[in-house]
């Protein structure tokens, strides 16, 4: 079993920055990419980015790209999501994701970022 709690949230201005953490445990996942996702009110879940098992491969939705950037630390089993410029539209519950042998998912309970105008 694996328990992924994402901490860092929190309240912003526009053009603030914040950085999310995702702290796994339950079994090491230094083998599996990781990704973030939000979910603003209203809306359904989008992709935000994704990060390989070793780091050296990232992707970002557009809407994001060039402000946030996903690393990782795999001796401490954790994902981090920096979070630079943000904007109101940012404003979301943010899930920590990993997907196990292909098929399995597992889901952080989210944190909340919002960015005030």
């Known amino acids: 079993q694996v328990q992924l709690v994402e901490s860092g949230g929190g309240l912003v201005q526009a053009g603030g920055s914040l950085r999310l953490s995702c702290a796994a445990s339950?079994?090491?996942?230094?083998?599996?990419?990781m990704d973030w996702y939000r979910q603003a009110p209203g809306k359904e879940r989008e992709f935000v980015a994704t990060?390989?098992?070793?780091?050296?491969?990232?992707s970002y939705a557009d809407s994001v790209k060039g402000r946030f950037t996903i690393s990782r630390d795999n001796a401490k089993n954790t994902v981090y999501l920096q979070m630079n410029n943000l904007k109101p539209e940012d404003t979301a519950i943010y899930y920590c994701?990993?997907?196990?042998?292909?098929?399995?998912?597992?889901w952080g309970q989210g944190t909340q970022v919002t960015v005030s105008s």
């Open positions: 994701h990993v997907r196990l042998l292909g098929r399995i998912n597992y």
């Open positions: 339950g079994r090491t996942l230094s083998t599996a990419a």
């Open positions: 990060i390989s098992w070793s780091g050296g491969s990232t």
